[in-house]
Structures are given as structure tokens and as C-alpha cells.
């Protein structure tokens, strides 16, 4: 298992940006990928986007594609979610989330087993 905190969210207008970050402890971080997800009021939790372990591998959701950029860093066991262009419709509870196998490459929510607690964007008209 993996500890994760979320730190970075926030109120922020339309077309502003924000950075969201997770710090991981207690396995090897270099190891397994990372994920951003989101829920907002009303909705499902949703994939935002994920990094693999290695960083040549990312995936987006369409509805932030050219919007959002995840990135990590190794050495401060540290995943990243840039966000700019942000709209009323990207206010939710953001989560990170780690994967549970070792160099796993599934995007499939139940493969990442670890999860933080969750920092709110709002993102106001």
C-alpha cells in the first residue's frame, strides 16, 4: 500500500489555472503508475488522466485534452496535475490514485488501489 495526499486545489475563476499535486510515501514510487480522477456533484468518479511508471506513457480524458497535463517526479515521489483553461464544469473532488501492480499499464479504476483523500476545485463563472 501507498499513502497519498493531495494538496493544490481550490477556487478559481474561468480560463484561470491551478496546480494540483500528490506526495507519495511508503512504496517505491518509481515503480507503478499514477492516476488523476474527479467527481463531481452529481456525477461518478471519472479517469482524468494517468501517467505510467516511467513517464513516455499518458492518457487524458477527452473533455481535457490540450487543457491538462499530468507529470510526476521520481525522485520526490511527487505526481502533478496541471490545469489551465479550467470551466465551470471541471469543479469536482480531484483524487489521486496509484496503481496496483508493479509497471501495470490498465486503466480500469479497479486497478489503481491506493487513493488520497481528495482535494475540492471549484471553478466559478
Known amino acids: 500500500q501507498v499513502q497519498l495526499v493531495e494538496s493544490g486545489g481550490g477556487l478559481v475563476q474561468a480560463g484561470g489555472s491551478l496546480r494540483l499535486s500528490c506526495a507519495a510515501s511508503?512504496?517505491?514510487?518509481?515503480?507503478?503508475?499514477m492516476a488523476w480522477f474527479r467527481q463531481g456533484p452529481g456525477k461518478e468518479r471519472e479517469l482524468v488522466a494517468a501517467?505510467?511508471?516511467?513517464?513516455?506513457?499518458?492518457y487524458y480524458a477527452d473533455s481535457v485534452k490540450g487543457r491538462f497535463t499530468i507529470s510526476r517526479d521520481n525522485a520526490k515521489t511527487t505526481v502533478y496535475l496541471q490545469m489551465n483553461s479550467l470551466k465551470p464544469e471541471d469543479t469536482a473532488v480531484y483524487y489521486c490514485?496509484?496503481?496496483?501492480?508493479?509497471?501495470?499499464?490498465?486503466?480500469?479504476?479497479?486497478?489503481?488501489?491506493?487513493w488520497g483523500q481528495g482535494t475540492q476545485v471549484t471553478v466559478s463563472s
Open positions: 490514485a496509484a496503481h496496483g501492480r508493479f509497471a501495470g499499464w490498465t486503466l480500469d479504476p479497479a486497478d489503481f488501489t491506493s
Open positions: 501517467i505510467n511508471w516511467s513517464a513516455d506513457h499518458t
Open positions: 511508503g512504496r517505491t514510487f518509481s515503480n507503478y503508475a
